[in-house]
């Protein structure tokens, strides 16, 4: 890892697009990209085809150091556990729910932690997470928080499934994104808030398009 290599940090809860935002600056750029959110996806899908204890601590971060984790550098949002291909299931509400759970076992993330430190190379890197600029790169040049309400962030995740012909309810959907907010933003180690750095964006009543042109004039603000 080089200290030297600037990092844009894009963290915030689920369904407020930084996915979409981060891997945008990255192409832009021509940085590297570390979705954070596939490594704890990934680990719980893990930890379900193993078996292993959810309350065992250690073994969930034996299983994390372990694990034979290849992204794809052609194919964006391909993700390979142990030679497997694990895109869809990784993207399904279980592979949603087990992250959230892994994500608040202390032992995983440390374990976790060298991983997406190594994704920090030059020229560039655009991490997207929930503790990116607070934990992991706490020295990143720009932290963006991305915000929005539970109520419009479930609306565009149905939206999403619908246009994918995927049945969903909205309630449904509303009521589980806010048990994993609680999750992600109240457990003791790395929870869901922003850095006293970061500049917070709220995109309730923001368009796509709106959202990526005031995040991208941060980024050439803080670049330049
Ligand atoms: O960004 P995402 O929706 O793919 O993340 C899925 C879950 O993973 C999220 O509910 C909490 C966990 N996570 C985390 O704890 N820390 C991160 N840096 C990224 C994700």
Redesign the pocket.
Known sequence: MDSSVPVIAVDGP?GTG??TIAAHIAQTLGFHLL????L??ILGIAVLKSGTDLNDGPAVAELASSLDIAFSPTEPGVVLLNGEDVSVQIRTDEG?DM??RV?AIPEARQALMQRQLDFRKSPGLVA?????GTV?FPDALLKIYLTASPEERARRRYKQLIDKGIGAILPALLQDLKE?DAR?SERKI?PLIPASDAIVLDTTELSEEQVTERVMKLVHTALN
Do not use: E, F, N, T
């Open positions: 689920s930084k996915g979705d954070s959110g596939a704890y996806r949603s992250a959230s994500g997207d997470g929930r503790d990116m992991v994993r992600d790395s």
